[in-house]
């Protein structure tokens, strides 16, 4: 029997919808999800690995493997969490191929890429140097999140920017709710430590 479609608690997931619209021929079903998940794919992409122009073409890369997944695509769970794991396959093998790169070559430096800092709304203006420092210390966070390993930097950024719920992040990276809980704890130590001495310096 075939399965059903993954149903929330408010109601059928609409990215479902649209795969099984796809599986069925309907093209126009594949770009209305690429536009609806696009921005978060990417941002979890550029996160994950830090360089921007990368970002775009492996945000690209996901989506050639969500096309190419149509026939054996099944929707056992919500389409966000399969989505996000295929990204953060992704994401994993741009790492081991970048380390094989950098065995290789002069690797490259992440002081040469033109980062945007987080944005921040607040209505008050704000001074340039207040902004010089917030903007500081965003690159700081990211340097230091960036230095996690793979599975803790994960549930960092689906937990901290994706606001995935422990069991979501556990269907995502297919864990536990514990051992999610457990990689939480040593991530938000280790970036403690990382961030100590930025810290003492009165920042």
């Known amino acids: 029997m075939p399965q059903k479609p993954a149903n929330m608690a408010n109601g059928p997931d609409p990215d479902v919808g649209l795969m099984l619209r796809f599986q069925k021929g309907d093209e126009s079903a594949f770009e209305e999800i690429v536009s609806r998940n696009r921005r978060r794919v990417v941002n979890l992409v550029y996160r994950f690995i830090g360089f921007r122009e990368d970002a775009f073409d492996l945000a690209q890369d996901v989506f ?7 026939d054996s695509y099944r929707p056992a769970a919500k389409f966000s969490t399969w989505l996000f794991r295929n990204t953060l396959n992704v994401c994993l ?7 094989l790169r950098r065995a290789e070559s002069i690797s490259r430096s992440d002081s040469t890429e033109t980062d945007q800092p ?3 709304e607040d ?16 690159l ?14 994960t549930v960092v950024l689906l937990c901290r920017y994706e606001k995935l719920s422990y069991r ?17 704890s040593r991530a938000k130590e280790n970036l403690r430590l990382r961030l100590e ?7």
Do not use: H, T, W
């Open 118 to 120: 987080v944005e921040i």
């Open 140 to 153: 700081k966070v990211r340097e230091a999140v960036g230095s996690l390993p793979p599975n803790q930097r």
């Open 93 to 99: 093998n741009y790492n081991r191929s970048m380390k």
């Open 197 to 203: 001495a930025y810290v003492k310096q009165g920042r």
């Open 64 to 70: 050639v493997g969500v096309y190419r997944s149509r």
């Open 168 to 184: 979501e992040i556990a269907d995502v990276m297919e864990l536990s709710v514990q051992a999610v809980k457990s990689l939480l």
């Open 123 to 138: 209505g008050r203006q704000e001074s340039p140097l207040s902004a010089a420092e917030r903007n500081e210390l965003a």
